[in-house]
């Protein structure tokens, strides 16, 4: 695995393995190479992958920073500022080394569009830096079109044949295939507002998921959440916007439609810098919601969130 490792500034491998012992094996060699270099090294798998990993580490898992990526990375726009960022950018001297596997066979049909354009925008975030970030798939149990996808956010790929480069690598192609459109339900509550409406918006939001069953620090989290992205649409989105809620299964789902496009496929998903006054607000609902849908378009850009009971 070292040439994966050090033969540009970041490096991006997909690793697709079958079975316990290839997952081992080939995570813990890409581990151990790190710690033997001196990298700083961290792993953020699910859970039962993570106690795989960490028993077959032993006493060297004291040295890598371990993180269960079902609760780190639930929703999977925070995983580049909240997990790879965060990591990157406290050991800023020397190459950095992690494991994330955001998806899962246990990811859902609504949350996988967000998982596989957060593999694409890895490329970007980390373009030029002295990271490199292997991202395995379970080559048995994913579907083959997540395996087609994972060709396609990867320039690197690690399979029985060896490591080659992709030759379908184009993550510009995958974040615009699925920008897809959001529909909603014809029985969503709706609420349309201007900069003067801001305050009944956010009023509005929190009764319909009161009534709805939400509570506690989850309906504060779905206002802060409305705020922002209502507070977005009256300085960025035209200076209107609409706001829509209902339940789905378990969660309640909530989007505000604006007028805007949002051209930044990062936005929400870098950190700003130190002294950046402002755009934080996307980055907050990363952070708070389960899982974030956007769809942006010339006539305007949706940000749906969802939020489990």
Request: hydrophobic share 40%; aromatic share 8%.
């Amino acid at each position: 695995m070292s040439r994966a490792s050090s033969s540009e500034p970041f490096v991006h491998p997909a690793l697709f393995y079958r079975g316990t012992e290839q997952y081992t094996a080939a995570t813990l060699s890409f581990l151990l190479e790190g710690l033997a270099a001196g990298e700083a090294v961290a792993v953020a798998v699910p859970g039962p992958n993570l106690e795989l990993i960490k028993a077959r580490l032993g006493s060297r898992a004291d040295r890598v920073k371990l993180l269960d990526m079902t609760e780190a990375g639930r929703n999977p726009g925070r995983i580049i500022p909240r997990v790879l960022r965060a990591f990157a950018d406290a050991h800023s001297v020397g190459r950095v080394r992690i494991i994330g596997e955001p998806i899962w066979a246990g990811r859902t049909a609504v949350e996988y569009p967000a998982c596989v354009q957060h593999e694409a925008l890895i490329n970007a975030a980390f373009q030029g830096r002295q990271v490199t970030i292997l991202c395995p798939y379970d080559a048995d149990r994913l579907e083959p079109q997540v395996i087609a996808d994972a060709y396609a956010t990867h320039p690197v790929v690690i399979n029985a044949d060896g490591e080659l480069a992709s030759e379908t690598y184009d993550p510009e192609r995958v974040i615009a295939r699925y920008n897809e459109p959001l529909a909603y339900p014809p029985g969503a509550a709706t609420f349309s507002f201007n900069a003067e409406d801001l305050p009944k918006a956010r009023y509005f939001a929190v009764q319909e998921a009161e009534r709805l069953g939400l509570a506690g620090v989850r309906l504060q989290d779905l206002m802060l959440a409305v705020a922002e992205l209502t507070t977005n649409s009256v300085r960025h989105g035209g200076g209107s916007g609409t706001v829509r809620i209902w339940a789905e299964g378990e969660q309640i789902a909530c989007e505000v439609h604006d007028r805007g496009r949002l051209t930044d496929p990062l936005a929400g998903r870098q950190p700003p810098a130190r002294h950046q006054l402002g755009g934080r607000g996307l980055m907050l609902v990363h952070y708070v919601a389960d899982l974030v849908r956007l769809h942006t378009a010339p006539e305007g850009t949706t940000v749906r969130f969802y939020l489990t009971h």
